[in-house]
C-alpha cells in the first residue's frame, strides 16, 4: 500500500477482536466483564443498520487499506509476550482487549483523567497515549503486577484502610501513579501529595482519602529508610 | 484512528530522511515523528492529524543534557519534561524554565512529553480539535474561523489575526523565549540554527504554518545561552484551577537589576498569545528604571498594548498585567 492512494472515502474498519476474546480462558460462571461483552455484541447485533453491513461487505471486498500488523514482544509484569498488533493500537488497549489485563481502565482516552496510569521502566505514563508497538524492550508494569489479593502492594492496603475511592473506576490508575510518587521528588506536604497526584481524576470525589492513604504509605517507607 | 505505518529511526539522519517525503511539516503532515505521543497521539485519535506512516524517534540519542565549555546548556530533543525540571543545571541556572516545566500537565504527561514535542505542541483551541466544525483555518485553509464569535474565553489577544485566535499553549517554550533559546535543525547531512524568536510564525492569512520547519527537519536540541550573571528568573501562572490545566495568562521573567536599577529586561508571555509571547515592549519600558512599582505597571500596560480581545476574553488584558506586575514584584524582592 502506498502513502499516496489511501482512498479517504472508504471507511474506517470496525474491528472486533473476537478471536482474541475466544481466547479468554473460561471463568466457568459469569463476572461482570464476561457479562457486559456478551451484552455489548448482543447489543450490536440488534442495533445493527444495513448501510454498516454493507459497508463492512466492501470493505472485505475492496484490498485491505490496512497496514500489516507488526510483531512486538512485551514484558509486561515481568512476562515477555509476543503478539501481532496494528501500529495504532495504544498500549491501554492492547493491555485490555488483547493481553486481557482489564485492571488498567479506559477513562478519558485522552491523557485528561489518569485511569490509564501503568508504569514503563519505573515511571508513570498514560497508557492510552502511547503505541503499544513503540514499547519493545521496555519492562511494562500494571496494577496486576504491583500486588494480587492476598499479596497487596502497601499502596493498595492503604487505599483499602483509608477508603480511598467510591466507585473504584479510577482506583487502579491512583494507585499506580501513587506508587510511582514514591521515588518522585516531591515535599512531604497533603499540598504536594495534591499537586503530584492531579493527573488522575476521582469523580466520586475521594481525595482527601487519597491523599490519607498516599501520605500513610510515603510515612511508613520514609521511616524504614 | 485512522491507519498508518510504524517505524522505528536508529538515528536522527535516518528519521530525517523518513520525515523528508512528507510534502508538509506543518497541518497535514502525511510523516509525523512520535516522541512522548501526548500531543500527536491525542490529535490522531480526534482525526486532526492523519499522517500515513509516523516515525518513532525515542530510541535517538538525543535524551541528555550537556553544559557546553562557553557555559551555555544543551538539551537533547528527547529529554523529557519531568528530567528537564529536575536537571541540576536548570535547577540552578534556570529556574524559570524548571517552574515553566513542572506548572504544565501532571506527573505522568510531563514523564512523556519531550522537549523537542513541547515547542511543538499544538493549540488547545476546541475548534480545532473537532471536526464537528468545519470552519478552522489552521485545520482547513479558508474555512474560516468558528473560534471568531464563538466560545473564546481561552484564546488569544496577542498577534491574532481575522483567520485565527488560537492560542499557544506551552508553557516551556514561553521560558525558552524569555531565555533566548536557540534550536539546532537537522536536515538531511545539514544542520543549522534558529533563535527561538524566529521558530513560530504568526497566523496572518496562513494559520495552518505554525514554524518554520520543513519536510525532514528534526530538532536535535536545544540550546540555552549561559545565564545571565547575577540575574533572577521566574515563572508564574494564572489558571482556571490550581493544577493541571493550561494559562489563562502566565509570565516568564529574567531580570538583572543593580542598585535597584533594571539593567536587564526578559519578558515573556503565555496564555495570551498566538506563539509564546516575547515583549520587548515590556522590557524596553523596564531596562534603565528603577525596580518598583510603577515601573512594572509601565511595563505591563506597554506588553498588552496591542492586546485585541474577543467577545469572552476581554479579561485577560488586565489579567497578563496583574501576572506580569505580580512576576517582577516576585523577582526583585
Not at chain 2, 470552519?135 to 485553509?141: A, D, G, H, I, Y
Amino acid at each position: 500500500m502506498s502513502e499516496q492512494n489511501r482512498d479517504p472515502a472508504v471507511p474506517e474498519k470496525i474491528v472486533t477482536d473476537e478471536t482474541e476474546q475466544s481466547k479468554e480462558k473460561p471463568f466457568g460462571h459469569f463476572t461482570r466483564r464476561t457479562f457486559i461483552a456478551q451484552l455489548g455484541a448482543a447489543g450490536i447485533a440488534a442495533t445493527a443498520t444495513p448501510s454498516l453491513a454493507a459497508a463492512a461487505t466492501q470493505e472485505a471486498a475492496a484490498p485491505s487499506a490496512r497496514e500489516e500488523t507488526i510483531a512486538v514482544t512485551l514484558s509486561i509484569n515481568g512476562k515477555k509476550q509476543t503478539l501481532n498488533i496494528e501500529p495504532r493500537v495504544t498500549l491501554l488497549d492492547c493491555l485490555r482487549e488483547r493481553l486481557n489485563l482489564t485492571g488498567t481502565k479506559k477513562g478519558c482516552d485522552h491523557g485528561q483523567c489518569g485511569a490509564c496510569t501503568v508504569h514503563i521502566n519505573g515511571r508513570r505514563v498514560n497508557s492510552c497515549l502511547t503505541f503499544a508497538a513503540m514499547h519493545e524492550g521496555d519492562e511494562i508494569t500494571t496494577i496486576e503486577g504491583i500486588g494480587q489479593p492476598g499479596n497487596l502492594h502497601p499502596m493498595q492496603a492503604a487505599f483499602v484502610e483509608h477508603d480511598g475511592y467510591q466507585c473504584g473506576y479510577c482506583t487502579s490508575g491512583q494507585i499506580m501513579s501513587a506508587v510511582a510518587v514514591l521515588k518522585e521528588p516531591w515535599g512531604p506536604e497533603d499540598k504536594d501529595v495534591r499537586e503530584a497526584m492531579s493527573g488522575n481524576i476521582c469523580r466520586c470525589g475521594a481525595y482527601p482519602n487519597i491523599v490519607a492513604a498516599v501520605q500513610q504509605v510515603r510515612g511508613n517507607s520514609q521511616k524504614s529508610s | 484512528m485512522i491507519d498508518f505505518a510504524l517505524s522505528r529511526a536508529s538515528s536522527p539522519a535516518e528519521a530525517s530522511e523518513q520525515a523528508a517525503k512528507s510534502k508538509t511539516v506543518q497541518q497535514g503532515a502525511q510523516v509525523r515523528y512520535v516522541a512522548g505521543g501526548t500531543t500527536l497521539i491525542d490529535l490522531m485519535k480526534l482525526d486532526v492529524e492523519t499522517p500515513v506512516r509516523v516515525v518513532d524517534i525515542n530510541r535517538l540519542e538525543l535524551a541528555r543534557t550537556e553544559r557546553q565549555p562557553d557555559g551555555s546548556l544543551h538539551i537533547g530533543a528527547m529529554v523529557r519534561n519531568a528530567d528537564l525540571a529536575h536537571d541540576p543545571n536548570v535547577v540552578r541556572d534556570y529556574p524559570v524554565l524548571s517552574q515553566a516545566l513542572l506548572s504544565g500537565a501532571t506527573g505522568q504527561l510531563r514523564n512523556m512529553a519531550t522537549t523537542g514535542g513541547n515547542l511543538l505542541q499544538r493549540t488547545r483551541c476546541s475548534y480545532f480539535r473537532d471536526l464537528a466544525y468545519a470552519e478552522c483555518n489552521k485545520r482547513t485553509p479558508g474555512s474560516g474561523c468558528a473560534a471568531i464569535g464563538g466560545h473564546n474565553r481561552t484564546h488569544a489577544i496577542l498577534g491574532t489575526s481575522e483567520h485565527c485566535i488560537a492560542t499557544h499553549p506551552s508553557d516551556m517554550a514561553v521560558a525558552m523565549m524569555a531565555l533566548e533559546a536557540r534550536i539546532h535543525i537537522l536536515n538531511g547531512q545539514s544542520e543549522r540554527e534558529v533563535p527561538i524568536g524566529e521558530f513560530y510564525l504568526l497566523p496572518g492569512n496562513t494559520p495552518n504554518l505554525e514554524n518554520v520547519l520543513k519536510p525532514g527537519d528534526l530538532i536535535t536540541y536545544v540550546t540555552l545561552p549561559p545565564p545571565v550573571a547575577g540575574a533572577r528568573s521566574h515563572y508564574l501562572k494564572l489558571r482556571d484551577r490550581a493544577s493541571y490545566e493550561f494559562a489563562l495568562s502566565s509570565a516568564a521573567v529574567v531580570i538583572q537589576t543593580e542598585g535597584g536599577r533594571i539593567r536587564k529586561a526578559r519578558i515573556a508571555l503565555g496564555g495570551v498569545g498566538t506563539r509564546p509571547w516575547r515583549s520587548p515592549e515590556a522590557e524596553h519600558a523596564l531596562e534603565g528604571k528603577a525596580a518598583d512599582e510603577t515601573t512594572f505597571r509601565a511595563a505591563a500596560d506597554a506588553a498588552l498594548r496591542n492586546a485585541k480581545p474577543q467577545r469572552d476574553n476581554a479579561f485577560k488584558v488586565e489579567l497578563a498585567k496583574r501576572c506580569l506586575i505580580r512576576a517582577l514584584t516576585t523577582v526583585t524582592t
